[in-house]
């Protein structure tokens, strides 16, 4: 069996190997036993039932909530001449009464449906006299209360399951805790069946959380690192979408929006520029990448802290499908964490009680002091095997030396008593740097000897050393315009009475000069 299986997969779909569990996950359920399947998004769930459906007899249904994606797996199995249907609040009469047609000739191999169809009186009347073999239920933990998108109706698949009796069942999702996969499995009565659990690690995406300070800047900062590369840049409304927008636009980045106030038209457009390489930005809220499989996604920028660890790993997910590194930054901020426990609030019992523990679980991740991957792959189940994966922020900075870091500091806190302590560590770094922006010629600061002295570090590396003067005490920083005031301290240093120790970040330094300047 398996080797028509294969045969299926060189000559339908046409690829030349299976992924990583794929193989394993057909042959169980060709040999008619129930499994739980979970996969990071990308991982290759589709063909883990598709092919199967090539070779049952009878029928396979494919319970999916997301009435989009349905369309687009459909048309795509047209493509390779594979009769599928689907069956939602989408479609027009008209269309529906044909697909219902197309089922009653037996002129259908597999069938997408949204759960409150199937739960529909008139649509087990008609399945019933189908021969089902294969029952997949797609997004899988919608089923559990303590995934991160219950949806109750899910909840009844249960009692359509008894419907077939004679029909595998195949259980698929992308982001399962192990309590999630626990009522999965209960939920559905799949037993003691197994569980086919994909490594959640990868390890070609570049980790990062970074305080949000001033997320505008930090987002020019990080993209001017990023010339012409392919990302998304999330935030959390429609709004702030807009705002950014308009800003990176007016610092000429190839840029266009998305949200789901935006004309269907406009974000089809929109997407569709991305996804050409058209544009190299997108700025979205999470309405934006379901079902999209752009490979050389180059960075995920969190500008708005995401509501959950499921989220926040979907989203990244979407980078470095080449398997190239890519970069994920998040910017997290306190408000940010308010503004979600605002919503948390807003809701009550065990919806409430779940909400908690996903944004305590995602405050775990973003406090952790060493290696990112260890609370991530906890989160999913895994244990992380290593103590380091060298691919995460914390992990390079435990590998920053300390270093004397005396003549940088002395630079930099120069250029601060040079320029009256009336800017903030990003103009200090441009002055440093040697930038002609109209600001610092019109105030003359390019006449200033500590003008441009400080070409051997990138702008980011500037910045982080600011911070480091801050936390160590030589400077104070007014907390909303972050102007820097030299201390008692600092002026010891600039006496050169005393030296300055520290360990930089440099995970996000390794640039050229003509891409830092924008
Ligand atoms: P998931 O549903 O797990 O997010 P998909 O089933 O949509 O992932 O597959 C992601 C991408 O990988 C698709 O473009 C699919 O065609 C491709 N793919 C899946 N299996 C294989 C394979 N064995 N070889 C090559 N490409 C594959
Ligand atoms: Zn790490």
């Given at each position: 069996m398996i080797k028509e299986a294969r045969n299926k997969l060189n000559n339908v779909f046409g690829y030349e190997d299976f992924r990583p569990l794929q193989e394993?996950?057909?042959?169980?359920?060709?040999?008619?036993?129930?499994?739980?399947?979970?996969?990071?998004?990308?991982?290759?769930?589709?063909?883990?039932?598709?092919?199967?459906?090539l070779l049952f007899d009878g029928l396979t249904i494919v319970v999916s909530p997301l009435i989009s994606l349905m369309k687009d797996q459909v048309e795509q199995l047209r493509q390779y001449d594979i009769p599928a249907i689907y069956l939602n609040s989408s479609l027009t009469p008209d269309e529906y009464e044909e697909n219902v047609a197309k089922l009653k000739r037996g002129e259908v191999k597999m069938l997408y449906l949204a759960p409150e169809t199937l739960l529909m009186d008139s649509t087990r009347e008609l399945l019933s006299n189908q021969q089902v073999d294969l029952f997949t239920i797609d997004e899988?933990?919608?089923?559990?209360?303590?995934?991160?998108?219950?949806?109750?109706?899910?909840?009844?698949?249960?009692?359509?399951?008894?419907?077939?009796?004679?029909?595998?069942?195949?259980?698929?999702?992308?982001?399962?805790?192990?309590?999630?996969?626990?009522?999965?499995?209960?939920?559905?009565?799949?037993?003691?069946?197994?569980?086919?659990?994909?490594?959640?690690?990868?390890?070609?995406?570049?980790?990062?959380?970074?305080?949000?300070?001033?997320?505008?800047?930090?987002?020019?900062?990080?993209?001017?690192?990023?010339?012409?590369?392919?990302?998304?840049?999330y935030c959390f409304s429609r709004k702030q979408v807009e705002e950014l927008y308009v800003e990176l636009k007016k610092e000429g980045h190839s840029v266009k929006p998305y949200h789901a106030g935006l004309s269907k038209k406009l974000r089809a457009r929109n997407q569709e520029l991305f996804i050409r390489d058209d544009i190299s930005i997108i700025v979205a809220t999470i309405a934006f990448g379901m079902g999209i499989d752009k490979p050389n996604v180059r960075f995920v920028m969190h500008y708005d802290m995401p509501k959950n660890i499921e989220s926040y790993y979907q989203q990244i997910g979407r980078a470095g499908r080449d398997g190239l590194r890519s970069d994920c930054l998040?910017?997290?901020?306190?408000?940010?964490?308010?503004?979600?426990?605002?919503?948390?609030?807003?809701?009550?019992?065990?919806?409430?009680?779940?909400?908690?523990?996903?944004?305590?679980?995602?405050?775990?991740?973003?406090?952790?002091?060493?290696?990112?991957?260890?609370?991530?792959?906890n989160y999913f189940g895994e244990t992380y095997e290593r103590d380091e994966c060298g691919m995460c922020d914390n992990c390079l900075s435990l590998d920053a030396e300390v270093e004397d870091l005396t003549v940088h500091a002395q630079k930099f806190l120069s250029c601060i008593a040079r320029t009256d302590q009336a800017h903030d560590a990003y103009y200090i770094a441009d002055i440093l740097r040697g930038s002609s922006k109209d600001k610092i010629v019109e105030k003359g600061h390019?006449?200033?000897?500590?003008?441009?002295?400080?070409?051997?570090?990138?702008?980011?590396?500037?910045?982080?050393?600011?911070?480091?003067?801050?936390?160590?005490?030589?400077?104070?920083?007014q907390e909303n315009h972050g102007v820097l005031h030299l201390t008692e301290q600092a002026k010891a240093v600039l006496n050169g009475k005393e030296n300055v120790f520290g360990a930089l970040d440099r995970s996000d330094t390794v640039v050229g000069d003509e891409a830092i300047e924008r």
């Open positions: 394993d996950v057909i042959s169980q359920v060709l040999n008619n036993e129930d499994a739980l399947v979970i996969m990071p998004t990308g991982g290759g769930k589709s063909l883990c039932y598709q092919i199967p459906a899988a933990h919608c089923i559990s209360e303590w995934g991160h998108d219950f949806r109750p109706d899910y909840r009844q698949l249960t009692e359509v399951r008894k419907d077939f009796p004679g029909a595998t069942c195949l259980a698929l999702t992308a982001t399962a805790t192990p309590r999630v996969r626990q009522d999965i499995k209960e939920i559905l009565k799949l037993g003691d069946s197994e569980t086919f659990l994909a490594s959640f690690d990868r390890d070609n995406l570049f980790l990062k959380v970074a305080d949000k300070e001033d997320p505008v800047e930090q987002t020019l900062d990080f993209l001017y690192t990023r010339k012409k590369q392919s990302g998304i840049i998040m910017l997290y901020s306190r408000s940010d964490k308010q503004k979600i426990q605002y919503f948390i609030n807003q809701k009550e019992g065990k919806e409430k009680e779940v909400a908690e523990k996903h944004l305590k679980d995602l405050m775990n991740f973003l406090e952790h002091d060493e290696c990112r991957r260890v609370p991530l792959m390019d006449e200033l000897s500590t003008y441009n002295i400080g070409n051997e570090w990138a702008k980011e590396q500037w910045i982080l050393l600011g911070r480091m003067l801050v936390k160590q005490g030589y400077l104070t920083q």
